[in-house]
């Protein structure tokens, strides 16, 4: 039987990740001190890696295809072809940014003040593919943590991840400049993604995931109208497209089902029943395909 060498990424992601494809329908399991995960698809074999290491081994062929961040391509350097952009993470579903923070009181403003300066980084290839691109030369180390706390004794400047900017901020140092812009990825090696089997078994992986991510932020809404109110409460209703209406056995009332954005209904649904409609129900929704 033909087989998908799916790469899950250890750490961080690790829980998002097995939490998405559960709702996507796949159930994985993952034992203590085990790499290797069992998931309900014999299709399917998965091992887990650390997203740095994700994007060499799927270049190398030695997974098929993998989920890591955009920036851990970017680092490695790896010939892969990119299935689908799915954006989540640990926390939230905001992109993550690569930056360039140095102390808040330090002469360096702008790339071209890092000549000559020691920057220190987890992302090192990517750090000085940056400098290149700047024209600038610099003594780039590798940090193995903590790195927020290294200038301006350890290093004059660094290059680190973030979201908000919060933890920069309390080690005194300002952003200067974006090194580069990440979220997950679902890439693929080139000979897989070339194979028919495992092209539409990735594909039909992306889809699944794609409309786990789409339904995030949505929630469903029903609720039953009367005629009279029909049009001022449809009026109301925002829809990915529009509202579905049916007859009740009753001719003079409806049934309107929507999709809205979760933090919609708290204002939404009283404002609804004020306007005249009955029987309001929120629903979760697990997949929206669009």
């Given at each position: 039987m033909p087989t998908l060498n799916l790469g899950l990424p250890k750490g961080s992601l690790?829980?998002?990740?097995?939490?998405?494809?559960a709702r996507a329908g796949y159930n994985i399991s993952i034992k203590d001190r085990s790499y290797y995960p069992s998931i309900d698809d014999k299709e399917i074999s998965c091992c887990l890696i650390r997203a740095q290491e994700m994007a060499r081994y799927v270049g190398e062929?030695?997974?098929?295809?993998?989920?890591?961040?955009?920036?851990?391509?970017?680092?490695?350097g790896a010939d892969v072809v990119e299935i689908a952009e799915l954006?989540?993470?640990?926390?939230?579903?905001?992109?993550?940014?690569?930056?360039?923070?140095?102390?808040?009181?330090?002469n360096i403003k702008c790339a071209k003040d890092l000549e000559g300066k020691r920057?220190?980084?987890?992302?090192?290839g990517m750090t000085k593919r940056y400098l290149e691109r700047n024209g600038v030369h610099a003594n780039?180390?590798?940090?193995?943590?903590?790195?927020?706390?290294?200038p301006p004794h350890l290093a004059?400047?660094?290059?680190?991840?973030?979201?908000?900017?919060?933890?920069?901020?309390?080690?005194?140092?300002?952003?200067?400049?974006?090194?580069?812009?990440t979220t997950t990825r679902f890439i693929a090696?080139?000979?897989?993604?070339?194979?028919?089997?495992?092209?539409?078994?990735?594909?039909?992986?992306?889809?699944?995931?794609?409309?786990?991510?789409?339904?995030?932020?949505?929630?469903?809404?029903?609720?039953?109208?009367?005629k009279a109110k029909l049009e001022a409460v449809q009026a109301m209703l925002p829809a990915l497209q529009r509202p579905t209406i049916?007859?009740?056995?009753?001719?003079?009332?409806?049934?309107?089902?929507?999709?809205?954005?979760?933090?919609?209904?708290?204002d939404l649904i009283p404002q609804l029943k004020n306007a005249g409609a009955e029987g309001l129900v929120e629903y979760s929704l697990n997949k929206v395909v669009e």
């Open positions: 690790q829980d998002s990740t097995v939490s998405m494809f062929g030695l997974l098929d295809c993998g989920l890591t961040g955009y920036d851990w391509v970017v680092e490695s954006v989540y993470g640990k926390t939230g579903l905001n992109p993550l940014r690569w930056v360039v923070a140095v102390p808040a009181d330090s920057i220190a980084t987890e992302a090192v780039v180390e590798f940090s193995w943590g903590a790195t927020e706390v290294k004059d400047a660094i290059v680190e991840i973030t979201e908000t900017g919060s933890s920069l901020k309390a080690n005194n140092l300002v952003i200067i400049d974006t090194v580069c812009t090696n080139k000979a897989a993604a070339a194979d028919p089997f495992k092209r539409a078994k990735m594909e039909k992986l992306a889809l699944l995931l794609k409309a786990v991510l789409a339904a995030e932020n949505l929630v469903g809404l029903m609720m039953n109208v009367p049916a007859h009740l056995s009753d001719p003079e009332w409806f049934s309107l089902t929507t999709v809205i954005e979760k933090h919609v209904a708290r």
